[in-house]
DNA sequence: TATTGTTATACTCTATAACTATA
DNA sequence: TATAGTTATAGAGTATAACAATA
């Protein structure tokens, strides 16, 4: 029988080796992770102003200046004017960094089905159900001291 | 039915919020990420030469010089000579720094039972059962592209 | 010759604070 | 007054390369 801490231990060794081969793939990409973090939310997002993707990645604006100024010297992404705020500017995907974002989704659907293709659809839900609870816990546990 | 991309996004959920917490508690100690997983490395192998601890961190030896200067100065470590090799020093925790450890460790437990205390045997073993499987994938992956 | 750890240097991410332009 | 984003500054972690002392 698994024991807690048994389990918070395999939780840790994944947590700890997704992050490594997230940053193994941004350093074959020439990228680094804070980099290819922005640009999935951009992805996901569509274009939009600095502010709202600094509260997405959960990092300040300043941050933001810098990782979209990396990124627009790379090619990654442009900086265009706001329709009605001309205080802000809007971040946009350019033709290179849809390509990029397309190469991170078609690696994250490789990568599923490599850790978790070939295990039973029963195997599968337990797995599904056990991180559901864990992932609440976690929620709730984060939301308490934030 | 759990789909494949489902799973891995929970499994990057988790691994997201894990290091959340993990950041929290090192912040809360006025310490930081880096440093309270060199402490946990040193707690669990006792008394080593800087070199090793570089290896087992997966760091390189000059980032473990700043991270035990800087554990040196907060007191937590201590550098000593090495019995054999003179061009070596062995870092030691010392009482405040095994002090921190411990509420590591308690801590730690104190997570595991709030992760999946209340999760009944039998879905606990299906949650190690899949991690194990996600694991041993994770393994192989990395061990591929080194 | 090879290895241990350091100094020198540089880059990335991150934050806070002050400031500009605009709302 | 408040907000969007920038400049200025600082600190942490990381790396490579050159070097000293020792094996």
């Keep these: 029988m698994a024991h807690e801490r048994d389990i918070l231990d395999r939780l840790l060794a994944v947590a ?13 990409e ?3 992770e804070a980099r290819v973090h922005l640009l999935w939310e951009l992805h996901r ?3 939009v102003a600095q502010r709202p993707l600094a509260t997405a ?4 604006p300043r941050t933001v200046t810098g990782l979209v100024d990396a990124l627009e010297a790379s090619g990654h992404v442009v900086r265009a004017a706001h329709p009605t705020d001309r205080r802000a500017s809007v971040v946009t995907l350019t033709s290179a ?5 397309e190469r ?9 089905t490599q850790l978790v293709g ?3 659809p029963r195997r599968r839900d337990g797995l599904a ?8 816990r976690l929620h709730s546990l984060l939301q308490d001291q934030p």
């Design 118 to 120: 070939d295990l039973s």
């Design 45 to 47: 997002s569509g274009p």
């Design 129 to 136: 159900t056990g991180l559901d609870h864990v992932l609440a």
């Design 97 to 101: 960094g849809e390509a990029f974002a």
């Design 30 to 32: 020439g990228m680094t």
């Design 104 to 112: 991170l989704v078609a690696m994250h659907a490789d990568l599923a």
């Design 16 to 28: 700890s080796l997704l992050t490594l081969d997230t940053a193994r793939f941004a350093l074959s």
């Design 57 to 60: 990645l959960g990092v300040t």
